[in-house]
């Protein structure tokens, strides 16, 4: 079962805000009390206090701005590495990570480096054979 907060989520708006006016963001209050004890005068307080919890609509939409441009810019820099990856799997392991790493991606793409061997036959009579490493990244969002 989903966590619910405490109370009741209420939209937020403007004071004197229209009703056809669009909400800023929601939120709920998290009622707490306290207590605290005062050596001096041997006497207990407490007092009652209200924690407000809130998403604001713009605030959030800015962030999924900033990662969708985080992602795309991250996106053509790893088909930029895929289309020259080099023959050295460590270094291109390390290039990925440097790339997820430089634009805050990394807790949302999966990176998956394939290398494939190709032989090619290049005598009939020496039997001697070429061989090609590919290097290929994939990526996938999750």
Not at 9 to 38: H, K, N, Y
Not at 53 to 75: D, M, P
Request: a positive charge; charged letters at 25%.
């Amino acid at each position: 079962m989903a966590n619910l907060p405490p109370t009741e989520v209420r939209e937020i708006t403007v004071e004197d805000a229209e009703e056809t006016d669009p909400a800023l963001g929601q939120g709920f209050e998290v009622p707490l009390g306290s207590l605290w004890w005062d050596d001096n005068n041997q006497q207990w307080h407490r007092w009652s206090e209200r924690w407000l919890a809130v998403c604001s609509y713009a605030l959030r939409s800015r962030q999924i701005k900033g990662l969708s441009k985080r992602l795309v810019k991250a996106e053509l820099a790893l088909e930029k590495l895929a289309a020259r990856p080099g023959k050295d799997a460590n270094i291109l392991d390390k290039k990925v990570g440097e790339i997820l790493q430089r634009y805050r991606v990394t807790q949302y793409l999966v990176v998956k480096i394939n290398s494939k061997i190709n032989y090619r036959h290049l005598q009939k009579i020496k039997k001697l054979y070429l061989l090609y490493v590919i290097m290929e990244v994939t990526y996938q969002f999750f």
